[in-house]
Nanobody
Framework: QVQLVESGGGLVQAGDSLRLSCVASGRTFSSATILGWFRRTPGKDREFVAALSWSGGTTYYANSLKGRFTISRDNAKNTVYLQMNSLKPDDTAVYYC??????????????????WGQGTQVTVSS
């Protein structure tokens, strides 16, 4: 089992920045593990935000978010981060961390992930 706990969400104004954290515990991640961030807004489908490989740091981004959002990791702390800059009201959502323990060829697909956190709310006011 893997437990993922997100933090760092909150209420900010448009143009502000936030850094989300996701601390993992339980099973040790392998070199194949992929960690991802997704978000969901009421009434909309879950949306891929970003992902990275636990070992090599290969990163993947939703095209619409590339340049504003940055995913990174700290292996020693078992933590993955999502730095979000120039936030917009459209970024308002619950942000979820997810882990694909054995990797995936489709890091943008939610069904590829085995474990999910409870989410952290990000609200961006105009």
């Amino acid at each position: 089992q893997v437990q993922l706990v997100e933090s760092g969400g909150g209420l900010v104004q448009a143009g502000d920045s936030l850094r989300l954290s996701c601390v993992a515990s339980g099973r040790t991640f392998s070199s194949a593990t992929i960690l991802g961030w997704f978000r969901r807004t009421p009434g909309k489908d879950r949306e891929f935000v970003a992902a990275l490989s636990w070992s090599g740091g290969t990163t993947y981004y939703a095209n619409s978010l590339k340049g504003r959002f940055t995913i990174s990791r700290d292996n020693a702390k078992n933590t993955v981060y999502l730095q979000m800059n120039s936030l917009k009201p459209d970024d308002t959502a619950v942000y979820y961390c997810a882990a694909a323990l054995h990797g995936t060829e489709l890091p943008a697909r939610g069904h590829a992930y085995d474990y999910w956190g409870q989410g952290t709310q990000v609200t961006v006011s105009s």
